[in-house]
Structures are given as C-alpha cells and as structure tokens.
C-alpha cells in the first residue's frame, strides 16, 4: 500500500482522501492545523454550486466545474446532505452588459451547459419580481448545497475505510530521506511515499518551506465580507441572483444568495486583507502585509487595479458603498434591511506580473503535489479536482 500524506483538512484535502481511500490500495493521512475541518475557505463560502458557465473554454476550471457540479449533486444525493437546484438568474442592467450577457450564454454553451436560455420579462418577473434587469440569462444547472455537511460525510468515509485524519496538526516541516518523506507534526512523525500540498491560504508558503524552493506564485488574501438580509425582508427575492461578472477578475461580483440554511445573503465584496486568516478588516498581521506589499507582482496589480481596489475596500468600511453594488440589481433595497453577515478569505494565486491566476494551478514535483491556486468554484470542484489529481499525478 501507498502512504499519502496530505496536508490540510478543507473540502479539497477530504476530496482527496475520499477518493483515494476508495480505491482501498492507499493509506490515506490528513493533518489539519485547525481543531476542526473546514474552518477556513471551505467553511466560510457561499455554498453555492457552480457549474462552469464563466470560465475560459479549455480552462481547468471550465471541465472540473462541469464534471465536479454532477459528482458533487450525486455525492448529497447518495448521502442525504442538503442541497437545491434552484437555478441561478445572471442579469444585465445596461446596454454593454447586455452583449457581455450574449457572451456569456455563448461561453456557457462553449463550456458544455444546457438548458441556458434568456427569460422574457414576464418569466423574469415571475421569478424574480424586485430585480433591476434589461435581460437575464436563467442557468438551470445551478444551485446552494451546505460543504459543511458535505466535508463530515467525506471524513467519516475516510476514516471508514481505515484512513486518519490528525486535527491540531500544524505541519512544520518534512525531512527527505531516501525514496520517501518524513511528515513532522506538532504531534508526530510519519512516513510517507507521497506528500499532497492542500493548504489553501498557505498553499505558497507550504511550497517553500517543504521544497526549500521559492514558489512559483504568491497567494493574496481577497476578504469577501456578506451582508445578512434581515428576516422581515427575505421575501424581497428568491434564489440566485448575480451581475454580469467581470472578466478582468476571478470574482463573479456583490451577488444575492439563498443559503441552504434558509437565510439570504448579499455579498462578497474582495477586499485585500491584511492577514491571511483575517476575517475582519482590523484583523492585521505585519508579517503577511509585508509579505503581500513586497511581493513583486503587488505594486503593478494596485497600479493597474487601483479603482477596484479602493472601490471593494471603501464597501468594507462604509455600508452605503457595499448597498450601492447590491441596489445595482435590486433598486429597493436599503442600509436597514440587513445585518453584518460572514466573512471568508479566498486563497488568490498572484504571478510575479501582478496577475491574478484565474485558472487552477496544480503542480507535481519528484514526490510531492502541490495545488497552488484553487479559489472558487474550488468547493463545487473539489470532487473532480481530486480525480483529475489522481489520474494525473498519482498513476
Ligand atoms: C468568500 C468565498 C466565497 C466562495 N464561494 C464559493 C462558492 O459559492 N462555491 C464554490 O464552489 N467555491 C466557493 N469558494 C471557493 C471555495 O471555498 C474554495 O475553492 C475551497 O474551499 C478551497 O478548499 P481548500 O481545501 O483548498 O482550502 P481551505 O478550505 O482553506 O483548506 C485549507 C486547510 O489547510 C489547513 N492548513 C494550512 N496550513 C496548514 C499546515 N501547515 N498544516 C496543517 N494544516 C494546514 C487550513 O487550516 C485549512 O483548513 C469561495 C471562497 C470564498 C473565500
């Protein structure tokens, strides 16, 4: 049997596990820094199921979405987990969305989608009756689902089928020695055949400091903070409902969502955290600020960022500003209808221009795995991502 270690407990490092304790000729070990699983990207999302209509045709991410929306829904169907397919309604508010809109649909279709279609007005208003729309593209396909129980059903099939998961274990560091590699924890040591980097926020640093090689990437913390529609108002719409995105950027734009809980939210905004696990924007780190500013590629994407960069901070501070990107789709809406919601980190992969990787980044080297950038729809994914990893780098 093989051993694996891998290295970090979000949805990501559980899919993996899954899918290679499945095949019963592994032995599968996960060591989680966290006293739970999923507390950081993988907990703290949108919890909606994406299924490729925006990604670049040929792109990672457009073929694992598509494969990972089908084995994510039968994964909750299979275990009874929460899920609904309620459909997604992408609106264009002016003529130039409009033609972005028509792109979109074409992309979509490009990517593999079916069933996408236009809606007419009244179809529209039916629907969604408050939003502000000159056309909306209705994605069937789409829908919410909660990873949280998603993520405990995939580690109780881990440990089912013999494998570990090792909470309160910080990799520090591994030690190469022959043809495997010594896995050194807060708590133990293990050996290992083959290493799986999984550690989102830290998927950079983990790089580094297990390869002694400077990585490739740099990740950025983008916070996306929501706003909780308080429950008086919950009926002003009724699933999903986003902007046309903007293709400079990996983030589909302020959105309304219901959650499989039964709340609605609006959000995320992206804004550039000062610390990697910073939930709030007074939560600060002197080291991962330094670390961002004097990345190389950091000045030129604020040079040539600067007016969205300043326009998601300034919906960080003042809430009138986060309102105005929400009223953009529902005019009616207004400061006192919501409350503070969540806040997550996304894990943003940056190169040394100063882009941002838009596409999933996964790289193997000698022994070890390594999946460098992995931001949204990483969650819907996850399932697919694991497979392409494992036919890909593992046989
Ligand atoms: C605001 C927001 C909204 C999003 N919305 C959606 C959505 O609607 N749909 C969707 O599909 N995707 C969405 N995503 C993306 C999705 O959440 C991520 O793609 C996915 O969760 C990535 O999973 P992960 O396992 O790589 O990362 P994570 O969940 O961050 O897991 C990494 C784990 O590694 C651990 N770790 C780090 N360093 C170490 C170490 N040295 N030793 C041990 N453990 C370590 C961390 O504690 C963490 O638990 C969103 C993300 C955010 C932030």
Redesign the pocket.
């Known amino acids: 049997m093989k051993k694996i270690g891998i ?9 993996l596990g899954y899918n290679l304790a499945l095949k019963k000729k592994y032995s599968i070990h996960i ?4 006293d739970e ?14 299924c490729g209509l925006s990604y670049n045709p040929g792109s990672l991410k457009a073929k694992l ?1 598509m494969e ?1 929306i089908s084995k994510m829904v039968a994964f909750c169907k299979m275990h009874h987990i929460d899920h609904d397919i309620c459909g997604k309604l992408v609106v264009a508010t002016n003529e130039d969305e409009i033609k972005s809109l028509q792109n979109l649909a074409k992309r979509g279709v490009m990517n593999g989608l079916s069933g996408l279609r236009m809606l007419n007005k009244k179809e529209q208003i039916k629907r969604e009756p408050n939003i502000n729309s000159l056309k909306s593209l209705l994605v069937p396909g789409e829908g ?1 689902v909660n ?1 949280n129980q998603v993520m405990n059903k995939l580690s109780e099939i881990i440990k089912g089928e013999g494998g570990s998961i090792f909470l309160n ?4 560091k591994i030690i190469n020695q022959n043809n495997s590699t010594i896995i050194v ?1 807060d708590k133990s040591e293990h050996n290992y055949d083959i290493i799986i980097n ?6 950079d ?2 790089y580094t ?1 297990i390869t002694d090689q400077k990585s490739p990437i740099k990740i950025i913390p ?5 706003l909780k529609i308080k429950s008086r108002y919950k009926d002003i719409f009724n699933h999903l409902i986003y902007p046309v995105p903007n293709s400079d950027y990996p983030f ?1 734009g302020v959105h309304f ?1 219901r959650m499989i809980n039964g709340d609605k939210e609006v ?2 905004n ?1 804004v550039l955290a000062f610390k990697r ?1 910073g939930y709030k924007n007074v939560d600060i780190s002197v080291y991962d600020t330094l670390d961002s500013i004097f990345y190389k590629g950091f000045l030129n994407f604020l040079r040539n960022n600067f007016n969205f960069a300043i326009g998601e901070f300034s919906s960080s501070i003042f809430l009138s500003s986060f309102v105005k990107k929400a009223k953009k789709l529902i005019p009616e809406v207004k400061a006192e209808m919501f409350e503070k919601g969540n ?5 943003q992969a940056m190169d040394s221009n100063g882009e941002l990787i838009m596409d999933f980044k996964i790289i193997k080297q000698n022994n070890q795995i390594h ?1 460098l950038n ?9 399932l697919s991502i694991a497979d392409y990893i494992i036919e890909n780098h593992l046989n």
């Open positions: 290295i970090g407990g979000g949805i990501l490092g559980l899919s060591y989680e820094k966290e699983l999923g507390k950081h990207q993988s907990g703290n999302n949108s919890g909606v199921l994406h979405s990972g919410i990873f274990s910080p990799v520090k924890s999984c550690t989102g926020l830290f998927s640093r983990t400091s983008f916070r996306g903070e929501y589909l969502t959000g995320p992206a696990e806040s997550g980190v996304r894990a999946i992995a931001p949204s729809p990483g969650a819907t994914a996850s």
